[in-house]
């Protein structure tokens, strides 16, 4: 008798014992889930921050509103500038390129180099003079 009563003892520590893991085990899961999903809300949140992070570039309106021409063009009207090259790519203009030039400065670069330039930085890559256009 005792001994059947030492192994229902034993048996119903040991369902305790699973009670008590998976109980553990739950709850384990249940934080990770909570963890995963509050990181993956961060990532996200981080993600949507990013393209507004650059504050300091120029909106693509701003951009376009600094003049741009052929080069093939520009050569004809001012001499000096067949020795230019854009020092964002650093190569020199070809003739059928499309250039752009910064307001306050008059610094010469590609359309296409400068563009990207400007929607991260406000300021003219040789000079540093703030664009404003
Ligand atoms: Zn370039
Ligand atoms: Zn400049």
């Not at 899961?29 to 949140?45: H, K, L, Q, V, Y």
């Not at 030039?101 to 400068?114: I, M, Q, R, S």
Request: proline share 8%.
């Amino acid at each position: 008798m005792s001994y059947f009563k030492r192994n229902e003892g034993t048996i119903f520590f040991a369902f305790a014992s699973i009670g008590f893991i998976a109980f553990y085990c739950i709850n384990y899961f249940i934080r990770r889930c909570r963890d995963r999903s509050a990181s993956a809300g961060n990532t996200s949140e981080e993600a949507g921050m990013s393209p507004r992070r650059p504050p300091r570039g120029l909106d693509p309106e701003a951009i376009d509103s600094c003049p741009s021409f052929v080069y093939k063009e520009a050569r004809g009207i001012e001499p000096g500038i067949g020795e230019l090259e854009c020092v964002v790519c650093l190569n020199e203009f070809k003739d059928d390129e499309t250039l752009r030039l910064v307001p306050p400065c008059v610094h010469v670069f590609h359309a296409d180099c400068v563009d990207i330039w400007l929607s991260h930085s406000s300021t003219c890559p040789i000079c540093r003079a703030d664009v404003v256009p």
